[in-house]
């Protein structure tokens, strides 16, 4: 999806209908632009009137209004994309800059036995132009510029190689990584392996977290991807649990190490809350499948105790520890309010 020498997009939609939605849209938004044949030709100089023009869109719509680059002459048809696509990467030139200034912070993972650190987990940051990006509009121009596979590798490498030597001994680093952007562990991986040992990480100090923002892979790729993994000594997680997309079925299947119960089960707990007993049940089952357990979004010392109570086995969350530059060493003395 390259923009180099491009004088502009041409812009289809699926279907007549949507062809029509699309025309009138253009024109609602007072956005110029010619015909070339079914297409849309909207010239680089207007582009800023496309920043609103999906709106009027269903999420589905979004999906069929498609765009490609156009240079004068014809379109260009193997860049092809959905518009929005095209207007996050528009709107993300400084994404390959970013890209070599990443660095990160570290949050704690705290064990509710004692409240010593039991790792921390490894946040990807970038500075540009005076400011600070985080992971999400990292990823979201990741995969708007059609760079996901290579920002997942290079942010995985880079966590290793700047995290793990800074660790506190016996600590564990969590390492985020997406598995719909491995398409053969044998492969892909390889770079990962090698960050390891250019810093000698001992591999049972690393556990890698899926992390997925919609669903994961079929199940033979993902379990292939943690296998091998789990083969090089390291531990697995899962996140996200209860968010929808992490089910109990991948629990039984994958039987990762550790799980991570979204934080949308955790936030504003209380003595009273109907969530108590589904957060204690996915806690039970967990456990019944020899899985510890993490609490995530833990922001109160009330929170704190409701999780400990239930049993989960870890947690995390800005009441413990806020993400930072540098790990911190245990035990934890945490807020008393």
């Not at 999906?54 to 156009?70: C, K, R, Y």
């Not at 991948?250 to 119960?261: G, I, N, S, T």
């Not at 456990?287 to 086995?313: K, N, P, Q, Y």
Request: charged share 20%; glycine share 8%; with cysteine.
């Amino acid at each position: 999806m390259g923009t180099d020498g491009m004088d502009g997009l041409a812009l289809y939609a699926a279907s007549r209908h949507l062809q029509r939605k699309l025309w009138l849209s253009l024109d609602a938004h007072q956005i110029s632009f010619q015909t070339h044949g079914p297409a849309f030709i909207v010239h680089s100089d207007a582009f800023s009137g496309l920043s609103t023009l999906t709106a009027g869109f269903t999420a589905t719509e979004q999906h069929e209004v498609l765009a490609t680059p156009w240079h004068g002459g014809e379109p260009d048809p193997w860049q092809t994309a959905p518009l929005e696509q095209w207007m996050h990467r528009l709107n993300s030139p400084w994404f390959a800059d970013a890209c070599q200034h990443l660095h990160f912070e570290v949050q704690p993972i705290v064990g509710l036995n004692d409240l010593d650190i039991y790792g921390h987990e490894a946040l990807v940051r970038a500075h540009w132009d005076g400011q600070t990006l985080g992971a999400g509009p990292l990823l979201r121009a990741a995969a708007a510029h059609g760079q996901a596979r290579a920002f997942d590798a290079l942010a995985r490498r880079n966590a290793i190689t700047q995290v793990y030597p800074t660790l506190p001994p016996g600590q564990q680093l969590f390492i985020n990584f997406s598995p719909s952007v491995v398409y053969n562990p044998d492969i892909c991986l390889q770079t990962t392996f090698e960050a390891c040992r250019q810093v000698g990480a001992d591999f049972s100090r690393l556990v890698f977290e899926v992390t997925e923002s919609e669903a994961f892979p079929d199940l033979t790729l993902l379990r292939r991807i943690l296998k091998r993994y789990r083969a090089e000594g390291a531990q697995v997680a899962l996140d996200d649990l209860g968010a929808g997309h992490t089910s109990l079925t991948y629990l039984a299947e994958l039987r990762p190490d550790v799980v991570k119960l979204d934080r949308a089960l955790i936030r504003g707990l209380h003595a009273d809350d109907p969530r108590l007993p589904l957060v204690q049940a996915l806690i039970a089952y967990a456990h019944g499948l020899d899985i510890r357990v993490v609490a995530e979004g833990i922001e109160t010392a009330g929170e704190l105790a409701l999780v400990t109570a239930l049993g989960s086995d870890y947690a995390q969350g800005y009441h413990l520890g806020r993400p930072a530059p540098q790990p911190v060493s245990g035990p934890l003395r945490t807020p008393q309010h």
